[in-house]
C-alpha cells in the first residue's frame, strides 16, 4: 500500500490523528474517503502532487515544511471527525428511535428478572399455591446470561486484547 510510506513520517512527526486514517482502523469506506482527503490536504499545502510518494519526496528534501502541513492537516482532521461525531449524535438523537439505546438496559432488566424468578418468586408461588410450575433451567439461564456478558460486557475487552480481528 503507498499510503504505507507515509505512517512513519507521521509517527516521527506526532500524528496520531492522520496516522490513524490513512490505516484501516476505521471502516473502509469512511478511511477510503479520509486518506484520500488527508494526501490531497497535506499536498495541496506543499504544493506537491497528492501521493503519498510525492509527500515522502517532499519530507526527505524539506521535513520542516511537511511537519508543518502535517500538523495543520492535524488540527484541520481532528476538528473535522469532531463535527462528524456531533453531528452523527445529533442524528441519533433527532430519529428519537428508543430501541437504539434501550435493548441493553432492558437485556440486563431481563437477566436480573430471570433470576429473581428462577430463585425468589417461582418458589414462593409454588409453595403457596401447592402448584409445581416450571423454573427456567439452570443451564439455560448460566448460559444466557454467559452469551449476554459476552456481548454486552466482552466485546470491547476481546476488541482490546485481541486487536481488530475480533
Sequence with gaps: MPIAILLPILA???APILKKL????LPDGLAKDLSG???DTIAGKLG???TAEAI????????????TAVKETEAQ?????????DGLLAREDARG??????WRPAMSWLMIWMWTWNTTILPFLNAAFKSALPAVPYDTLISFC???LVIYGGGHTLKSVFGKAV
Excluded: Y
Design 37 to 39: 482527503q488527508v494526501l
Design 12 to 14: 516521527q512527526i506526532g
Design 146 to 148: 454467559g452469551i449476554w
Design 48 to 50: 506537491v502532487e497528492p
Design 77 to 85: 482532521m481532528s476538528t473535522l471527525l469532531v463535527q462528524g461525531r
Design 56 to 67: 515522502k519526496a517532499a519530507h526527505d528534501s524539506d521535513p520542516d515544511a511537511v511537519t
Design 22 to 25: 490513512l490505516t484501516d482502523t
Design 97 to 102: 428511535n428508543w430501541f437504539s439505546w434501550a
